[in-house]
């Protein structure tokens, strides 16, 4: 609740579920979809634009969910990572991360998955350079990134082997 | 190297618990918790690094709609057992006392400190109340340089403070003044690591709730030692044990600051007291490079004295250690550095003169590493002088210092902070190093290094050597039980902050008790479901709760299998636990966990299976005193772009002991955050204040933290493995061995790039203008 400004009623469709619901006008969009449609898989790590947690699938474009506000995505089309599975069949990249020891603490996995899966779709078969410049926006403290480079190479492979999109 | 793994789960990269929630998006962090009517908290913090607090107005802040209340020490005074946080460890050091206070009242010691609490229906609501909080000041001088703070005349970090020694203390042995008299060669330098900030991705955060109907308090905190804050609350707010409850929940990294308690667990605590609410503060990132402990700045005045052949004589010299305003954990940073600089080596003499200097800049508490890093940092630089004013090889020197493997266990002159002898237990470090160089192709390298500059690309190589304290005692519990559905529940106060805990429980649990990881849950963290506890810290979690896991599980599956043999009727050698039951060796007979967990449970009237005490429960305590030394070397190639200063990492190689690795995927991933974490704070992590220590880095733009562009190619690890012989596992902590030899390899690697150059690195962090101001320096030197 935030009782000091208007609000106004947006319409929305996250994860292929549609929502209607009244917000705060200066409501960022990480916080309506954490805090409102309590889809929590979302992180906020710097509220600035910097380390990338925060990042969802805007109309298939990443994008900083902590820069926008939730007004901003009225009439749009988003993912975040509980979209990523095919229920409860985990997406290739979410499985190679778990098999190369992509995540540590979690923390920066889902901004890291949202724009790595753009990346698979831009450009399925990247080099080891290209996934790094892919997530030189993303910060990770805990793995170095080795194992999140290599997950994503071996996810890449194994997507085109399967024809997964 | 490895010898060959005769365990199904232990010592095998099995997948981890933690990762399907985390994948997924079901983890539960702190800020995930939500309550219906949930209040919001922001701080009031102080905006100057010294000055003195005339009145607080919080009127304009009260009025404003959704505002529920605006506490300051005025408001909770009355409601707290003592108006000090004093959680510091015990040491005859300290020169005077500096706890924080849980509020700010009178005077401000650095900037960031809470002054006052704004509690409101949302977080922007209170964050806009808290902007109209009025607190009149009267600015001071400030202590910002640690090393000019020692003057007797220097501005105080605290008003009226005698002086601004927080903590002095000696250590050493042998005779240091006969060494040096008589030594062939004396080197002198002044050495400096700076500062950093942890910047775990997940900052702090805190959410407490009042249980009307069971009256018990719990705090969700993204903590490293739940149980040691909850020891801190009940006295704080006087409650009793059995109505204070503190969880540590999904942690995303920790790194060090998050085993402090903290003045905002207490204050929201208070807060859900007070107001009978839910109650949440969540850190943001400008706060928490303010309000988070930070950890690095030394300076180190050192000596070193050698005989012709590079063997060394003596150490000595004096450490100035930054202590930040306040003592929110102890001398423990300063007294690790000086006790680790000489470990790897043989040094015969050694004196270290140590001041912990108060400022007005953040609190310093451990940041992976906790001192080590700096200590490597000096003693591999004065080992890298030697050898350049010796004209010995860099690595030769070394390996004439080593302690060699046959003097293992070792034991040295030093003695722990609890006043327990240091022995080095196992290991051999010039095996270790060999390994290093024979990967990183030291030999060769210098045709390499000719060629490129051939071409004029500077190219260099460094090494360095480190051993790390690892699995600080006395111990971790940790209580194993099986449930009447067979389920295996695993319960300790290691609370998990990224490192597998929980994974590595597991592993060790089912070891013994079926090889199921999917049967088994683990608490890491929470003082609700196991009532002693630690916490994560030290690189202790696989040695001390590891060792008691292992303890635990052997006794329950004793158990176990002697109640089975008299439901089945066998004797029980013939038994095996495979999966949820215990079956016949080779198939046949068998019975399901869950009913021998149902038969122990007892029923009114009948025996127990073995006449066996009720229940499939063991809770156990193992205490290991003594710490563990891991060891290893990193050898990196870097190249510098002598036009730019540029720095590029080319080459990691990572040989190293933990002793028995559990999971070796884990440990690796462990190694390789930690270089990650060592390489930023040789080249890119700077905590900038300004002359009034007023911080000027506060943003990640500002502050940079390595990106996945800037690591080199993967790193190339050399596994040694000589096991503990002070846990059953035979296993070292390795939870911050990646960073502590970083600054020191890269400072190393640099130097020798730049070697034409005849340039002498004293001082990391090492920005593309330091480069190119020590080529300048070098040349105009030269000239
Ligand atoms: S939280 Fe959005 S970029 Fe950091
Ligand atoms: S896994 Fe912890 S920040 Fe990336």
Redesign the pocket.
């Known amino acids: 609740m935030d009782s000091a400004v208007d609000t106004r009623t947006i319409s929305l469709t996250v994860n292929g579920k549609a929502y209607s619901k009244a917000v705060s006008v200066r409501m960022t969009l990480?916080d309506f979809l954490r805090h409102e449609l309590r889809l929590t898989g979302t992180?906020?790590?710097?509220?600035?634009?910097?380390?990338?947690?925060?990042?969802i699938l805007f109309d298939g474009m990443s994008a900083?969910?902590?820069?926008m506000l939730a007004v901003q995505a009225n009439g749009h089309e988003l993912t975040t990572v509980e979209g990523l599975a095919n229920g409860d069949e985990m997406h290739p990249l979410q499985q190679a991360l778990s098999e190369h020891h992509g995540l540590q603490c979690g923390f920066c996995t889902p901004?890291m998955l949202t724009t790595l899966v753009e990346l698979l779709r831009d450009n399925p078969s990247p080099s080891a350079d290209d996934v790094r410049i892919a997530i030189s926006g993303n910060l990770c403290r805990c793995t170095g990134y080795e194992g999140i480079i290599s997950a994503t190479l071996d996810a890449a492979e194994k997507m085109r082997a399967g024809g997964v999109k | 190297m490895i010898a060959p793994v005769d365990t199904r789960i232990v010592g095998h990269s099995v997948e981890r618990l933690e990762d399907r929630a985390l994948l997924m998006g079901q983890a539960r962090f702190v800020d995930d918790i939500a309550f219906p009517g949930m209040l919001h908290i922001a701080f009031v913090r102080s905006p100057h690094a010294h000055a003195l607090i005339n009145s607080i107005d919080k009127s304009a802040a009260l009025d404003m709609p959704g505002v529920h209340a605006v506490l300051t020490m005025d408001d909770i005074a009355p409601l707290l057992a003592d108006r000090l946080l004093k959680v510091a460890l015990p040491s005859p050091a300290y020169r005077q006392e500096l706890h924080r206070p849980v509020l700010a009242d009178k005077e401000v010691v650095h900037v960031g400190e809470a002054i006052a609490a704004v509690i409101a229906e949302s977080r922007y609501v209170a964050e806009d109340a808290a902007a109209l909080v009025f607190v009149d000041f009267d600015t001071l001088p400030v202590a910002n340089d640690c090393r000019d703070a020692m003057a007797p005349d220097a501005p105080r970090a605290h008003h009226g403070a005698p002086h601004n020694i927080a903590a002095e203390f000696d250590m050493g042995y042998g005779d240091c003044v006969s060494a040096f008299a008589g030594a062939a060669h004396v080197l002198k330098e002044t050495y400096w690591q700076h500062r950093g900030v942890a910047q775990s991705m997940e900052c702090r955060g805190v959410v407490a709730n009042l249980d009307p109907m069971s009256d018990v308090l719990t705090l969700w905190s993204s903590t490293q030692t739940p149980h040691a804050g909850k020891r801190v609350l009940c006295g704080l707010l006087g409650r009793d044990e059995d109505k204070m409850r503190v969880i540590t929940p999904d942690v995303g990294g920790g790194f060090g600051p998050k085993l402090v308690f903290y003045p905002e667990e207490a204050i929201v605590a208070l807060a859900a007291q007070m107001l009978q609410a839910p109650v949440k503060w969540i850190e943001d990132?400008r706060e928490h490079f303010v309000a988070t402990t930070q950890e690095r700045d030394q300076y180190w005045d050192m000596e070193i004295a050698v005989d012709a052949q590079g063997k060394i004589l003596g150490l000595r010299g004096l450490l100035i250690h930054d202590h930040g305003a306040y003592t929110a954990r102890g001398v423990n940073i300063a007294y690790g550095s000086a006790a680790a600089i000489t470990l790897p080596y043989v040094v015969p003499n050694y004196f270290l003169d140590i001041k912990l200097v108060a400022t007005n800049k953040v609190s310093v508490t451990p940041i992976r590493g906790a001192g080590q890093p700096q200590a490597v940092f000096v003693m591999e630089r004065l080992l890298d002088r030697v050898a350049r004013e010796l004209k010995i090889d860099r690595a030769e020197v070394r390996r004439r210092n080593l302690v060699p493997g046959a003097a293992m266990p070792y034991k040295t002159p030093l003695k722990t902070r609890g006043g327990m002898q240091v022995v080095l237990d196992s290991g051999d470090y010039p095996a270790t190093q060999k390994a290093a160089l024979d990967a990183a192709g030291w030999e060769d390298f210098k045709i390499r290094q000719n060629d490129a500059r051939a071409q004029g690309r500077y190219i260099g190589i460094g090494v360095a050597n480190y051993v790390e304290g690892t699995g600080r005692g006395p111990f971790e519990p940790v209580s194993v039980r099986v449930a009447e559905n067979g389920r295996i529940h695993v319960a300790s106060g290691a609370a998990a902050m990224g490192q597998s805990t929980k994974t590595m429980l597991a592993q060790v649990v089912a070891e013994q008790l079926g090889c199921d990881m999917s049967n088994i849950v683990v608490v890491a963290g929470d003082t609700g479901a196991i009532e002693l506890g630690m916490g994560g810290f030290n690189s202790r979690q696989a040695v001390m709760a590891g060792s008691s896991a292992h303890a635990a599980a052997l006794k329950i599956r004793k158990k176990i299998l002697l109640v089975a043999s008299h439901m089945l009727n066998v004797g029980e050698q013939a038994l095996e636990i495979e999966g949820r039951v215990v079956r016949l060796k080779g198939g046949g007979a068998q019975v399901e966990l869950a009913e021998i967990a149902k038969a122990v449970a007892g029923l009114p009237g009948y025996y127990i299976p073995g006449n066996v005490e009720p229940g499939l429960q063991a809770t156990e305590h193992v205490i290991i005193n003594d710490m563990t030394y891991a060891n290893g070397t990193c050898a990196v190639e870097v190249e510098v772009d002598v036009e730019t200063g540029l720095v590029t990492v080319a080459r990691v190689v990572f040989a190293h002991d933990c002793g028995k690795m559990l999971h070796p995927k884990i440990v690796e991933g462990q190694i390789i955050g930690g270089i990650a974490h060592g390489l930023g704070n040789a080249l890119f992590e700077w905590m900038a204040y300004d002359e009034n220590a007023q911080p000027v880095s506060n943003t990640?733009a500002e502050y940079l933290l390595i990106t996945a562009t800037e690591m080199p190619p993967p790193v190339e690890f050399v596994h040694l493995e000589s096991p503990s012989p002070l846990n059953e596992l035979g296993i070292k902590g390795v939870g911050e061995s990646g960073v502590i030899p970083m600054t020191a390899a890269v400072a190393s690697a640099i130097e020798d790039a730049l070697a034409p150059f005849n340039v002498n690195i004293t001082k990391v962090p090492l920005s593309p203008p330091d480069i190119i101001a020590l080529i300048d320096a070098a040349t105009r030197k030269g000239a």
């Open positions: 990480a992180h906020v790590g710097c509220e600035h634009g910097v380390c990338g947690a925060c990042t900083r969910s902590c820069l901004g | 990132r990640l």
